[in-house]
């Protein structure tokens, strides 16, 4: 049998692609080496967001005062428990994934894949053969040559951290990006000492500085210990040595030391070179369309390293299918949202106000608390939030939405629509939000920019 489609890789850009293309009538295969769903569902977005849920309402507990309730004795958390409501949710979605997979008529095969020629693949012995191949082999936790680090027990990496089923005392965080920062955020809320050891000025370098510059406050606030533009040097056993801003030697150590540096695409094995498909270590490289530089070969999601997120791989996936059977697609990926899950959350689409700058575009900006909204004030007792607006100076187009502050995961969707719409100022006048929600408070700095 000849597949219209063979994907490698059952994450949300692999699994969700596999899925569309069978329910447009086409004959699907799909590789899977380990289990469906992928970094996001197994150990990545899943996982943490439960976690972090838990975290919350420890935190609700904590604060239950400010809403008229009185908590006798002291609310703690349990991780051994959370890790049990953690397994379940993942488990449940997991089934789900598959039952999906089923009903669209996917064939799913589990095994590891490797490409064998333009149109074909090996797995586990045997030859199949496609019109189009999607690789969407993900990601994984990268290694940086840090002494002492590998093979080293009291290292964990984003997989082995989501484990552990007792809260250590003290943790000991590499890297001020967006994986680090949550971890950091669920362990320091939990009662955990954490210190967060990270080469750049700044955190989390792809969020708007002003709003990075509150994440950074509120995280401090949490009692989370940064060290800034400093650089890990080595490790030794449990101890974390650093060069401070001074160049001085310093040194941290903690129960566990999370190497949060980055992702690495998974290509080893793959079959890559043998075809010269186009790649280099950050990723297969791909246009708008999906396509590599091979007629036929596809790619979507991390293995690219062109947006480290679910929902881009997703979209990608799509984008990759529509262009392989005749429907005209791309990506925009200026109207992609990306979201930090800390307490509190940030969430940003389209541009920041130093690329508007450092692209010379004239713009306008609003910068408003998200108490404006009556509904933060109910739902965020004595918390605070910002939200900023940035505009095309002339014509009061979208450009940037970027917001810290409960709820904003959830309503910088409209922003994003509104970007991907091309939507200016006066257009959002004429759209009405229901009250009272925090979103209210979106449209208000949207009119004040
Ligand atoms: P993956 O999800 O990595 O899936 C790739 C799959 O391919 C894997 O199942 C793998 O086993 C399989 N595979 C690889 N090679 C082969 C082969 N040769 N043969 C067969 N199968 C193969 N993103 C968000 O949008 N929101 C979040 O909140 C978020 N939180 C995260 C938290 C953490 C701790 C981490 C690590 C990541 C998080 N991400 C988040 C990122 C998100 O998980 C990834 O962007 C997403 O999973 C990428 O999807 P993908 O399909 O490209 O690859």
Aim: glycine share 12%; proline share 4%.
């Amino acid at each position: 049998m000849i597949y219209d489609l063979l994907v490698i890789g059952a994450g949300p850009g692999g699994y969700e692609a596999a899925a569309y293309a069978a329910k447009m009538g086409k004959k699907v295969g799909l590789f899977e080496k380990n289990v469906l769903g992928g970094t996001c569902l197994n150990v990545g977005c899943i996982p943490t967001k439960t976690l972090l849920r838990s975290a919350k309402a420890l935190e609700d507990c904590h604060e239950a005062s400010l809403y008229g309730i009185n908590i006798v004795g002291e609310a703690t958390l349990d991780l051994a428990a959370v890790q049990v409501r953690k397994q379940q949710v993942v488990s449940t979605l997991g089934r789900g994934v598959g039952a999906m997979l089923k009903g669209a008529g996917v064939a799913v095969i589990k095994a590891e894949a490797h490409l064998h020629g333009r149109n074909k693949i090996e797995a586990a012995g045997k030859v199949y053969e496609a019109a189009n191949i999607l690789i969407a082999t993900g990601s994984v936790p990268a290694t940086p040559r840090i002494p002492g680090l590998s093979d080293n027990p009291s290292v964990l990496d984003s997989t082995g951290i989501l484990a552990l089923d007792k809260t250590p005392k003290e943790l000991v965080v590499i890297g001020g990006g967006v994986i680090g920062l949550e971890f950091a955020s669920f362990f320091a809320s939990i009662g955990c000492i954490v210190s967060i050891v990270e080469m750049l000025p700044n955190i989390a370098p792809v969020v708007d500085a002003e709003i990075g510059k509150k994440l950074l406050s509120e995280l401090k606030k949490a009692g989370i210990i940064f060290h800034l533009s400093c650089k890990v040097v080595r490790i030794e056993g449990n101890i974390l040595v650093f060069l401070d801003q001074d160049g001085k030697e310093q040194k941290v150590s903690g129960d566990y030391i999370l190497n949060a540096t980055g992702r690495s695409p998974v290509l080893k094995g793959l079959g890559l070179e043998e075809l010269k498909v186009d790649f280099d270590r950050k990723g297969i490289k791909t246009d708008a369309f999906g396509h590599t530089n091979l007629p036929g070969i596809w790619a979507c999601g991390d293995v690219t390293g062109r947006c480290l997120l679910a929902h881009a791989a997703t979209r990608e996936g799509i984008v990759a299918v529509n262009n392989m059977f005749g429907k005209a697609d791309r990506m925009r990926y200026h109207a992609i949202p990306s979201v930090i899950y800390t307490h509190p959350e940030v969430a940003q689409v389209g541009a920041t106000e130093e690329e508007l700058k450092a692209k010379g575009i004239a713009y306008r900006k609003a910068v408003m608390p998200a108490a404006i909204a009556g509904r933060f004030m109910i739902d965020y007792a004595g918390k605070g939030g910002t939200i900023k607006v940035l505009v095309e100076e002339k014509y009061g187009q979208i450009l940037g939405v970027h917001a810290i502050g409960g709820c904003c995961s959830e309503f910088i969707a409209n922003a994003s629509q509104m970007i991907e719409l091309e939507l200016r100022v006066d257009d959002v006048r004429q759209i009405v939000f229901p009250h009272p929600t925090v979103s209210e408070a979106l449209k208000e700095t949207i009119l004040h920019a």
